[in-house]
């Protein structure tokens, strides 16, 4: 029940990258029972400690971004129509007739309107609505709008998450809120143990423009190890078979930016604990947290496991709690095997 509270409390909240306040302070009252310490740095990463049992304890950082992709107004029209730019990789083609949130003075509800089909031009209805002839209607004129919203205001699509069946659930952000919902569900479990290791379960900002947050975030952990956490693509977003699959476990990815010694243990405590994984190629070390950890200062052994998610980058986007509570299982159980003599021999494998 936990898990599902904090997804659908940070999918609700607003936190486009580089407004993310919001949603780490979210992830800061949900993890700070299950940490020795909380902080925020300059840059706004959330960074919760479980200190391990020696001073020089080894220094493992789990990492899963917590902005998401936005708006931001770029222009008050006549009328009181507000023009808009992405924040992120938003598909222009989901954006049209959806209600929105304007982030001013105070929040303000609106709708994305466009043409209407009866008056456009020949051959438009059969193209996706350009960004720029995009609108959000708030109701208000003009001169009432510009009390409360300026230009580089933020807004975001407003979504109630929704119950499926099958334990799934839908809504918008949980690329990567998902990953912060495995974080905590790892440090929860983490309580069960007496760690040799110290875990830094970071919640990263700015991921969707650059891995920003991961970055430095690492440089100023130095990590021996890094785990990145995020979300990969489902079932039918393509209906390619070796796609994952919603409820079977997580994703450990296998490719440039996976430690092979780091991988095949990974793997062993899965089936040793009989948890539930899939294996997830991947062979571009770009896209996801674990590439800038990877690369940090001196190098850092790195794995990235993800959650399966159906429909990424839509406000409906889809999971299953299932194989959030199988990736924190995961992770904890892994992390507690962990000692000195595995780390240094990550360096000579």
Request: charged letters at 25%; aromatic letters at 6%; glycine letters at 10%.
């Given at each position: 029940m936990e898990i599902?509270n904090f997804l659908?409390e940070?999918?609700?909240?607003?936190?486009?990258?580089?407004?993310e306040s919001q949603?780490?302070?979210?992830?800061?009252r949900?993890?700070r029972?299950?940490?020795?310490?909380?902080?925020?740095d300059a840059l706004?990463n959330?960074v919760?400690?479980r200190?391990?049992?020696?001073?020089d304890?080894p220094k493992?950082?789990?990492a899963g971004h917590?902005d998401?992709?936005g708006l931001l107004?770029t222009k008050?029209?006549?009328?009181?129509?507000?023009?808009?730019?992405?924040?992120?990789?938003?598909?222009?083609?989901t954006?049209?007739?959806?209600?929105?949130i304007?982030?001013g003075?105070?929040?303000l509800?609106?709708v994305?309107g466009a043409k209407?089909?009866h008056i456009?031009e020949?051959?438009?209805a059969?193209?996706?609505v350009?960004m720029?002839?995009l609108?959000i209607?708030?109701?208000l004129p003009?001169?009432?709008?510009?009390?409360?919203?300026?230009?580089?205001?933020?807004?975001t699509?407003a979504?109630?998450?929704?119950?499926l069946?099958n334990?799934?659930?839908?809504?918008?952000?949980f690329?990567?809120r998902?990953?912060a919902a495995v974080?905590?569900?790892c440090?929860?479990?983490?309580?069960r143990?007496k760690?040799?290791?110290?875990v830094?379960?970071?919640?990263?900002v700015q991921?969707e423009?650059g891995?920003?947050?991961?970055?430095?975030?690492?440089?100023?952990i130095?990590p021996d190890?890094?785990i990145?956490i995020?979300v990969?693509?489902?079932?039918r977003?393509?209906?390619l078979e070796?796609?994952?699959k919603?409820?079977?476990?997580?994703?450990?990815?296998i490719?440039?930016q996976?430690?092979?010694v780091?991988y095949q243990?990974?793997?062993q405590?899965a089936?040793?604990?009989?948890?539930?994984y899939q294996?997830?190629p991947?062979p571009?070390?770009f896209g996801t947290d674990?590439?800038?950890?990877q690369?940090?200062r001196?190098?850092?052994?790195s794995?990235?496991?993800s959650?399966?998610l159906?429909y990424?980058h839509?406000?409906?986007?889809?999971?299953?709690?299932?194989?959030?509570?199988a990736?924190?299982?995961?992770l904890?159980e892994?992390?507690?095997?962990?000692?000195?003599q595995?780390?240094?021999g990550?360096?000579c494998?």
């Amino acid at each position: 029940m936990e898990i599902k509270n904090f997804l659908v409390e940070t999918s609700q909240a607003a936190g486009p990258s580089g407004y993310e306040s919001q949603v780490g302070e979210i992830f800061a009252r949900y993890i700070r029972d299950y940490a020795d310490e909380v902080s925020t740095d300059a840059l706004g990463n959330v960074v919760a400690v479980r200190r391990g049992a020696g001073p020089d304890s080894p220094k493992v950082m789990l990492a899963g971004h917590i902005d998401e992709i936005g708006l931001l107004i770029t222009k008050i029209e006549d009328g009181g129509f507000l023009r808009f730019t992405r924040i992120g990789g938003i598909d222009q083609r989901t954006l049209l007739a959806q209600e929105v949130i304007v982030h001013g003075k105070q929040p303000l509800k609106g709708v994305i309107g466009a043409k209407p089909p009866h008056i456009q031009e020949p051959g438009e209805a059969k193209k996706a609505v350009p960004m720029e002839e995009l609108f959000i209607d708030t109701g208000l004129p003009k001169e009432k709008v510009e009390r409360i919203v300026s230009v580089g205001d933020i807004a975001t699509i407003a979504r109630t998450v929704v119950e499926l069946q099958n334990d799934l659930i839908a809504g918008k952000a949980f690329d990567d809120r998902a990953g912060a919902a495995v974080i905590l569900a790892c440090f929860r479990e983490l309580v069960r143990f007496k760690t040799n290791v110290s875990v830094y379960g970071v919640a990263t900002v700015q991921e969707e423009l650059g891995t920003r947050g991961a970055r430095t975030s690492a440089y100023a952990i130095e990590p021996d190890l890094g785990i990145g956490i995020d979300v990969t693509f489902a079932d039918r977003d393509d209906l390619l078979e070796e796609r994952s699959k919603l409820g079977k476990g997580p994703a450990i990815a296998i490719g440039p930016q996976v430690h092979p010694v780091v991988y095949q243990q990974m793997i062993q405590i899965a089936e040793k604990r009989g948890i539930p994984y899939q294996i997830d190629p991947s062979p571009s070390p770009f896209g996801t947290d674990t590439a800038p950890i990877q690369v940090s200062r001196g190098g850092t052994a790195s794995i990235l496991i993800s959650v399966p998610l159906r429909y990424m980058h839509t406000s409906v986007e889809t999971l299953s709690l299932k194989d959030i509570e199988a990736a924190g299982r995961l992770l904890a159980e892994f992390i507690a095997g962990l000692d000195d003599q595995f780390v240094e021999g990550l360096s000579c494998f």
